[in-house]
């Protein structure tokens, strides 16, 4: 697999985190702010789910191309074109009030956010060497992460004082860090400058479904995500009606999944430089998958909001660890000229997945109580991990006896050179 084969770029991995931290902000303070207007104007799950849903599709439909693009167009003009564009929708966004335009002003938002996850996605493993990208990747998912903490608590917050108007006035401006990051990051790939453009002319197509270790992979985060995700609609449901709690502790208490997903991050990345071994990582990743199925059915059972804090920062410490291990698996399982379309494929899965979470949440929430579906969601979720034990079992077999197969044959040929 190609990595940069210079110095590793640390200026353009801390210009690439802080343009997707203050966007990432920006994604989730539209989201938090729109989902706490729809909730206080009584609206029901099935209105949540449908804004949820029309946030996600794009990145679901659209992975196809956008995986291309980000591989095939200069990153450059990629994160311009996409900043402006998604700094223009969310300024009408502010001043919507149909119902309809607000819900297509959302999916054109997501649209944006299709074209730059895996530009940036496959940007980060070109600017450092193999070895420094568990703290790359560690770097740049802290920084979305701490984006996605501020942004439904400040969602919370300027809700509460101006109401919707403001916090998207704000969100507009935030995607103007994609634009200033397009700019000055010197590293670029995609389009005629990149060299491995000419390899992929020539190198057998990427393809997902010919690397069983990856397809479980894939596979395995978009179960659990499936079994789980209707904890997204659920939960505003479940801690300001339920709990009995204001906008903003809903906006503290949502973060901090994602403070662990920070923390997470970093302790995992430092396990994850020791993990040679994919078939490892592939197993740990689940047991994190099942930690955070876990956290979710622990906090049904809470009284209130304020308890759920620690059960789901532990929760969130488990999902930034399976998030380092399974950027890494790809970064190093798959060619550097398809790396775009690999990681659009990735969330496409997520994403999707994630989709029929929120319907399956909008649906529940008419006929059951928040607090059992969220218990609901962590016994489903945690049967889903038991169930994928034998096929993460059977792939990392598979991937050993093929390296086992593969080194005789290498020191074969190593040996005819000589």
């Known amino acids: 697999m190609s990595f940069t084969t210079d110095e590793s770029r640390w200026p353009d991995v801390w210009l690439a985190a802080t343009a997707r931290g203050i966007s990432s902000c920006g994604d989730f303070l539209a989201a938090a702010t729109l989902t706490l207007a729809l909730q206080s104007a009584g609206a029901g799950g099935l209105a949540v789910s449908g804004l949820l849903l029309a946030a ?40 919507a009030r149909d119902p309809v335009l607000v819900i297509a002003l959302v999916a054109l938002l997501a649209t944006g956010l299709a074209v730059t996850q895996p530009a940036i996605a496959a940007l980060v493993p070109v600017m450092v060497r ?42 507009a401006f935030s995607y103007l860090a994609l634009v200033a990051a397009g700019l000055l990051i010197r590293t670029r790939r995609g389009g005629r400058r ?3 453009a000419v390899a992929a002319a020539v190198a057998p197509a990427w393809r997902l479904r010919r690397d069983p270790l990856l397809t479980v992979m894939v596979g395995s985060v978009a179960a659990v995500i499936g079994a789980v995700g209707a904890v997204n609609v659920i939960e505003v449901f479940f801690i300001r009606e339920t709990l009995g709690s204001s906008t903003t502790v809903y906006g503290l208490v949502t973060g901090s999944w994602t403070l662990g997903i920070v923390l997470g991050a ?26 955070c199925c876990l956290a979710v059915l622990v906090s049904a059972a809470v009284p209130s909001a304020w308890l759920l804090v620690p059960i789901w920062l532990a929760g969130g410490v488990a999902n930034g660890g399976n998030n380092v291990f399974d950027q890494l698996l790809l970064a190093r ?41 969220i218990a609901g969601c962590g016994v489903a979720g945690l049967l889903v991990v038991v169930a994928l034990l034998g096929p993460v079992r059977r792939a990392v077999r598979a991937e050993r006896a093929a390296a086992r197969t593969a080194t005789p044959a290498a020191v074969s040929v190593a040996a005819k050179s000589v």
């Open 56 to 95: 996600t599709l794009p990145l679901v439909v659209l992975a196809p191309l956008t995986g291309r693009l980000a591989d095939r167009v200069d990153s450059r003009m990629l994160l311009v074109a996409a900043g402006l564009a998604q700094a223009a929708v969310c300024l009408a966004l502010a001043y």
């Open 130 to 171: 193999p070895e420094d990208l568990p703290r790359a990747g560690a770097l740049n998912q802290t920084a979305g992460t701490l984006g996605a903490l501020a942004g439904p608590a400040l969602a919370g917050l300027l809700v509460g004082q101006f109401g919707t108007r403001v916090p998207l006035l704000v969100d």
């Open 194 to 196: 990149t060299p491995a």
């Open 266 to 291: 970093w302790l995992f990345a430092r396990v994850a430089r020791r993990l040679a071994d994919d078939g490892a990582l592939l197993g740990a990743g689940l047991v994190l998958l099942g930690g």
């Open 333 to 373: 399982r798959v060619p550097e000229a398809s790396r775009g379309r690999a990681f659009a494929v990735f969330g496409a899965a997520a994403q999707g997945a994630a989709m029929g979470g929120y319907l399956v949440g909008g649906l529940l929430l008419e006929v059951a109580g928040p607090r059992v579906l």
